[in-house]
């Protein structure tokens, strides 16, 4: 099962750098980043780059112009961009236990969950 984490932020870069910080000390890493941006600022975009650059992990920046508080409009353009059988969603302000995404996973392919 191919797995996607996908990340919302806005115009706070100084939390995703510590959000994607704990995605690389993932014990499972996810099979793509998807980061979707409810129109931050160059700095984001930046560290977002710079991330991309060091990342074992494939990163989609999904990006739309500020035009106030339109979350799920650019969570929905992320999620149509991804290629994962599973998505896992979270907020650009929270910090990931390292088992965060292996535990998503094993509760996703655990049959007698469903």
Not at 11 to 36: M, T
Not at 52 to 67: A, F, R
Not at 71 to 83: C, D, E, R, Y
Request: proline share 4%.
């Amino acid at each position: 099962m191919k797995t996607s984490l996908l990340i919302s932020t806005y115009n706070w870069p100084k939390a995703l750098e510590l959000v994607l910080l704990s995605v690389e000390n993932q014990i499972l890493k996810p099979d793509e980043l998807l980061l979707a941006d409810d129109g931050s600022t160059e700095e984001t975009t930046d560290l977002i780059n710079a991330f991309k650059k060091k990342s074992s992990i494939p990163v989609k920046h999904v990006w739309h112009e500020d035009n106030g508080f339109q979350k799920s409009i650019i969570l929905n353009k992320a999620i149509a961009q991804s290629k994962g059988d599973y998505i896992i969603q979270t907020d650009g302000d929270c910090i990931l236990h390292p088992y965060f995404c292996l535990l998503y996973t094993s509760d996703a392919a655990d049959d007698s969950l469903r």
